[in-house]
């Protein structure tokens, strides 16, 4: 996947005299493999709510990031880590009430299954946990993960996100499938081909003498382009993973946490229960922590060999914090609220899409919306280029908004949870007036 919107020092124009010498200091201090958003960079100092806000008090509208799921620096959420913090920090080893108290609380917004929890501190680690505890149970190392797929950056889960790009060599025991690309399946049922796929991959493996593990997939397919539909279109696949004797494992670090707007987790849009749910990001609102939950068997199957410690994995800070995180999505009704702004932001993006001939599809769920931005209706050649022109159009217009899929064509609308329809109508009228100028 090409990022469109990355910031080229040789090709940058309009950068102001303090901000490049921060960029400068920022090469010499952190080495190349960084990247910053924008071909003109924000640099930020504060965030409140739906608002990040440049060293110049200029206010953007966060129409992208997910991490600050109920809101950047939601008051609930920094006063109980401040309460916390001042009272008690300490790892796992020790009996501790908040760790019991927020497993009981979370793992209730799971189906029944799903009775058991171990905590890390990201995403990437929650699925490293996932895979050693899916290959202790089955006994395989198969994995089976989509093209452009973005799963961690621990070295074996980087080997299962091909969007990492071709630096990330792809092992032998893992085999990746095409996304459910409804828009482009011309008319194909999405589920049983994203199944056959599947089907595919596993008899690839088992003719290559590997036993397949487990099925990892993000449910909404964020990397891949914003896949949400037709509900129910992952059940075949689940089930052909399970035949072959392996685990299907979804990973809820971007679709979780009420985001789609129809529950508490993507995968129950698809009527399924997994085996294995990690999840991140969102659950402390930017304070990293990040958990595996799974059925108790398989979690036997990995405890009985495997001793497993994380300083700070559960820990009563993080705890805390995603106790209040949890607060605040069922205080303010941020699922409904997910349902409905992302309704009526679906709505304003398909009567932009009536003058606007470049967007070709508009789809997701709830507050995740994926954009398709095409050359031509009838080819739907993609647009990238356009794409990255927009992408920086609003961001000269103070809206921030970024682009995923296999041809970087794809907006990647993801803002916090307390978005409202005033905050839509900003976002769809200055694409509209981006768009107007493309």
């Known amino acids: 996947m090409t990022m469109i919107n990355a910031f080229d020092a040789d090709a940058a124009d309009g950068v102001t005299a303090r901000d490049r010498a921060l960029i400068e200091r920022r090469a010499r201090l952190l080495g190349p493999a960084y990247r910053l958003f924008y071909a003109n960079p924000v640099h930020l100092v504060r965030g409140e709510g739906v608002w990040l806000y440049d060293a110049d008090g200029e206010a953007y509208l966060d129409v992208y990031n997910n991490v600050a799921s109920v809101g950047h620096c939601h008051p609930h959420v920094v006063a109980a880590l401040s309460r916390q913090a001042a009272t008690l920090n300490t790892h796992t080893r020790y ?22 929890v171990m905590f890390t501190c990201t995403g990437s680690e929650a699925n490293d946990l996932a895979y050693r505890a899916a290959r202790a149970f089955t006994g395989g190392t198969g994995v089976i993960v989509t093209q452009l797929a973005y799963h961690g950056v621990t070295i074996a889960i980087s080997e299962l996100s091909p969007s990492l790009g071709d630096g990330i060599a ?26 056959a796929q599947v089907r595919a991959a596993i008899a690839d493996m088992t003719a290559h003498g590997i036993k397949p593990a487990a099925l990892l997939v993000d449910t909404i397919f964020s990397s891949d382009g914003v896949f949400a539909d037709p509900t129910g279109f ?51 609102n930017g304070h990293p922590m990040a958990a595996m939950v799974a059925r108790p068997d398989i979690l036997d199957a990995f405890g009985r060999r495997t001793r497993y410690f994380n300083t700070f994995g559960g820990n009563p800070v993080s705890c ?63 647009a990238t280029a356009e794409t990255a022109r927009l ?39 200055a694409m509209d007036e981006v768009l107007g100028s493309l």
């Open 95 to 116: 009996l501790t009430d908040g760790i019991l108290d927020y497993a009981e609380r979370l793992l209730a917004t799971l189906p029944d299954d799903l009775a058991q």
């Open 170 to 195: 792809i092992p032998a025991q893992v085999r990746t499938v095409p996304a459910p690309d409804a828009y482009r399946a011309k008319n194909a049922d999405v589920g049983e081909s994203f199944a």
């Open 234 to 284: 992952l059940a075949p696949a689940v089930a052909a993973i399970r035949e072959a004797g392996g685990l299907f494992i979804a990973d809820e670090v971007q679709p979780g946490f009420g985001r789609t707007g129809s529950g508490m987790w993507g995968f129950a849009r698809h009527g399924v229960v997994p085996d294995i749910v990690t999840m991140g990001k969102p659950m402390g």
């Open 320 to 382: 805390a914090v995603g106790m209040a995180v949890l607060d605040v999505i069922e205080q303010e009704a941020l699922i409904a609220n997910a349902r409905d702004v992302g309704a009526y932001m679906s709505d304003g993006l398909r009567a932009l899409a009536q003058r606007h001939e470049i967007i070709g599809d508009v789809r997701g769920a709830g507050l995740f919306i994926g954009v398709e931005l095409v050359r031509d209706r009838a080819t739907k050649a993609p």
């Open 391 to 429: 992408v920086n159009g609003l961001r000269d217009k103070r809206v921030l908004i970024s682009a995923a899929g296999p041809f970087a064509n794809v907006l990647k609308i993801r803002p916090p949870l307390v978005f409202s329809r005033g905050h839509a109508d900003r976002f769809l009228s």
